[in-house]
Every structure is written in structure tokens, then in C-alpha cells.
């Protein structure tokens, strides 16, 4: 199982990104999927989460109506838009691999990807 985030940068205020993480070794449509992101001297937090199949996705509220998390299954990768970014967007984003259904808990997750950076600063 490997999980390779990319898409990171830096960005503007108002800004937009879309981050993928390209999933092998899986069957993405079978899993829960997760975006989280740690800026520094902050705990990682979960900010988008997508369960297996069609059974839903949640956002964190600091990403609600901003962010989108969708996911390919026929070239087995998933996205993060991310539109409207705020300084306090700035993090590295780490996408995640679950189990059935997603949650924003961090232990639920068994597979990460390596992190990708996003600065957003004018």
C-alpha cells in the first residue's frame, strides 16, 4: 500500500489548490479516505474525509464550504480542493487511508502519505 500526496505550493490569499494523492497496492473505492494537515506547533488535524463507496464525507468546520474531497477510482486517486485559501490554510497536508467509514480521528487511519506543503501568503 502507498500513498504519494503532491500539489502543494504556495498560494495567495483567496487563492485556490487542488492537492491528489495517487493511491497503489488498493482498491480506493473500498476504503475510507482522509485529508489531514499539521502546521507547525499545531497537532495534526483532520480536515476531509471520504468512507468507502458511497456512504459520505464530512469537513472540518475551519474547511466547511471551502474545501471539496472527491476521489477517482479509475485512476484510483483522490483530490482536495481547496478554494478561498486562508493564511491559515499554511500547513503540510498529508493524505490518508481508512477503513470502511471515514472519521477525522487520525488513529483511524492506517496509511499515510508523505505531506505535501502549502504556504498561502500574499
Known amino acids: 500500500v502507498q500513498l504519494q500526496a503532491f500539489g502543494g505550493g504556495l498560494v495567495q490569499p483567496g487563492g485556490s489548490l487542488r492537492l491528489s494523492c495517487a493511491a497503489s497496492?488498493?482498491?480506493?473505492?473500498?476504503?475510507?479516505i482522509g485529508w489531514f494537515r499539521q502546521a507547525p506547533g499545531k497537532e495534526r488535524e483532520g480536515i476531509s474525509c471520504?468512507?468507502?463507496?458511497?456512504?459520505?464525507?464530512f469537513y472540518a468546520d475551519s474547511v466547511k464550504g471551502r474545501f471539496t474531497i472527491s476521489r477517482d477510482t479509475a485512476t484510483n486517486t483522490f483530490y482536495l480542493q481547496m478554494n478561498s485559501l486562508e493564511p491559515e490554510d499554511s500547513a503540510v497536508y498529508y493524505c490518508?487511508?481508512?477503513?470502511?467509514?471515514?472519521?477525522?480521528?487520525?488513529?483511524?487511519?492506517?496509511?499515510w502519505g508523505q505531506g505535501t506543503e502549502v504556504t498561502v501568503s500574499s
Open positions: 490518508a487511508r481508512g477503513l470502511v467509514y471515514c472519521t477525522l480521528q487520525a488513529e483511524s487511519y492506517t496509511n
Open positions: 497496492g488498493f482498491v480506493l473505492e473500498a476504503y475510507a
Open positions: 471520504l468512507s468507502s463507496g458511497s456512504r459520505g464525507r
